[in-house]
């Protein structure tokens, strides 16, 4: 079991940045893959960014440039936000993949952008 704790949501105007945090405890050393997702109100979940195990990353084209994904320490990282844009607003989940590729979700973080 992986438990997975977000902090550093909150309300920004646009342009403004935030960073949002998650760590991770439990079975840590079965993860490879963290993090974050997001879902604005009547969309479906969407991938923002993640990182492996080995550095590498992968970002959604509406953040890319804006958003850098990095790992704290070993069980920690974060999602540094730039340049933040209304339709950036929703609810940001944290997210890791074990290596038997299961699944584990944290209770998610609100992050609103004001126009």
């Known amino acids: 079991q992986v438990q997975l704790v977000e902090s550093g949501g909150g309300l920004v105007q646009a342009g403004g940045s935030l960073r949002l945090s998650c760590a991770a405890s439990?079975?840590?050393?079965?993860?490879?893959?963290m993090g974050w997702y997001r879902q604005a109100p009547g969309k479906p979940r969407e991938l923002v960014a993640i990182?492996?195990?080995?550095?590498?990353t992968n970002y959604a084209d509406s953040v890319k440039g804006r958003f850098t994904i990095a790992r704290a320490n070993a069980n920690t990282i974060y999602l540094q936000m730039n340049s933040l844009k209304p339709e950036d607003t929703a609810v940001y989940y944290c997210?890791?993949?074990?290596?038997?590729?299961?699944?584990?979700w944290g209770q998610g973080t609100q992050v609103t952008v004001s126009s």
């Open positions: 997210y890791s993949r074990n290596n038997w590729g299961r699944d584990y």
């Open positions: 990182i492996t195990n080995s550095g590498s």
């Open positions: 439990g079975s840590i050393f079965s993860i490879v893959t």
